[in-house]
């Protein structure tokens, strides 16, 4: 075990970003974790998609911002 110091500046930023069944060390694991880890994790659901997530994505995201748009004209 080691100890790892930061200014009470920090802390407190880390600590807003902590969960709350996460320790600082979990959450320390989870933020510094490499993007190959993010993109083999985010490869996994390609065995599944038949190309149809891609476009319900897309077309959810584009509803979503007409959606928003409407609502700051009036």
């Not at 969960?19 to 065995?47: P, T």
Request: charged fraction near 50%; avoid cysteine; glycine fraction near 6%.
């Amino acid at each position: 075990m080691s100890t790892i110091r930061v200014t009470d500046e920090v802390k407190e930023r880390l600590r807003d970003l902590k969960r709350d069944d996460e320790s600082f060390n979990d959450l320390l694991d989870r933020l510094s974790r490499s993007e190959k880890d993010v993109e083999e994790m985010a490869g996994f659901l390609s065995e599944f998609d038949d190309g149809g997530l891609r476009e319900n994505v897309r077309d959810t995201h584009e509803e979503l911002n007409e959606s928003l748009s409407g609502r700051r004209d009036e």
